[in-house]
Nanobody
Framework: QVQLVESGGGLVQAGGSLRLSCAAS????????MAWFRQAPGKERELIAT????????YLRDSVKGRFTISRDNAKNTVYLQMNSLKPEDTAIYYC????????????WGQGTQVTVSS
């Protein structure tokens, strides 16, 4: 079992920055990959970033490359999403998720944190 709790969302003006955090508990944190997803109103959930167990391998969706960074601190059992140069189209609920089986299937999810970017 893994429990995930996101924080750091909020309201920000376009061009601003936010850093989301996802604190994990349950299983040994440095044994599994993590990801961030988001879901905007009326749209499907989309994968925006992944990071492997060590932090040495990351993926970013094209639409956020150059603006977002995913990282993790295994000593703190936390994964981060640094979001810079935010745009109104980044407005969504952001979720972190854990891939504990190494199968790119995310079995554990946080409750989500709202990010709203005003124009």
């Amino acid at each position: 079992q893994v429990q995930l709790v996101e924080s750091g969302g909020g309201l920000v003006q376009a061009g601003g920055s936010l850093r989301l955090s996802c604190a994990a508990s349950g299983r040994t944190f440095n044994s599994y990959a993590m990801a961030w997803f988001r879901q905007a109103p009326g749209k499907e959930r989309e994968l925006i970033a992944t990071i492997n167990w060590s932090g040495g391998n990351t993926y970013l969706r094209d639409s956020v490359k150059g603006r977002f960074t995913i990282s993790r601190d295994n000593a703190k059992n936390t994964v981060y999403l640094q979001m810079n140069s935010l745009k109104p189209e980044d407005t969504a609920i952001y979720y972190c998720a854990a891939d504990v089986r190494g199968s790119q299937i995310y079995d554990y999810w946080g409750q989500g944190t709202q990010v709203t970017v005003s124009s």
